[in-house]
C-alpha cells in the first residue's frame, strides 16, 4: 500500500491504532459473527458439536478437540485462535478486537470475560466510536477461574491461574497463580 494511502479501520484495529467501530468492513464482519454465534448458542448440543460449524468457520485458528459451551459471545471471531485442546465453559464473553491467542489445553472458565478495546476517554471521540485495542494472549495450560476479566494487552504465561473473579490489568508471569482485583501474585 502507498503510503499516501488511508489504512482501513480493520488494519488500524490490527495494528493497535485509533479507528472507528462504525466502519462499514467492521460492521459487516460483526455481523457475520453474530449469525455464527446464534447459531452456536441455540444448536442442540447434538448437533452442534464442540463448536457450531458457522463458529468454526469465522474463528481465526481452531486446534484440535477445542470446545467452546453455550452461550458464547463474540465480537468478530476472526481475532481468536485456540490452540489444541483449549475449552471455554459456558457465559464467555470475548471481545477480540485486539485479537485473542489461547494456548493449548487453556481451561477458561464460566463467564470469563477478555476485553481487548477500549474506547477513546473523550466523550466526543467515544460516541463516534473511536476506540483502541490490545492483543491478550493466554499460554499453554492456564487455568482461568470464573468470573474472571482479563483486559487488553494483557499476557497470561504458561501454566499460570487466575483465580475465579480476578481482574488481570498485567501480565501474569509463567507458574504464577494471581488473584484480586487488580490480581496480584499470591501463595
Known sequence: MAADQP???????????WYSFWDPELTALRERAQE???EHNTLPPSKRGNIAPALTAILGAVGEGCRIEQPFHCAYGVNIAMGD???MNFGCVILDHGGV?????AMIGPR??????????EPDLRNAGVEVARPVVIGDNVWIGGGAIILGGVTIGDGAIVAAGSVVTRDVLPGTTVAGNPARAVG
Open 7 to 17: 489504512r482501513s479501520a480493520r488494519e488500524k484495529m490490527a495494528a493497535g491504532e
Open 36 to 38: 455464527a454465534i446464534f
Open 85 to 87: 485442546g483449549a475449552y
Open 101 to 105: 491467542t489461547i494456548g493449548r489445553k
Open 112 to 121: 470469563v470475560q477478555i476485553y481487548t478495546v477500549e474506547h477513546h476517554r
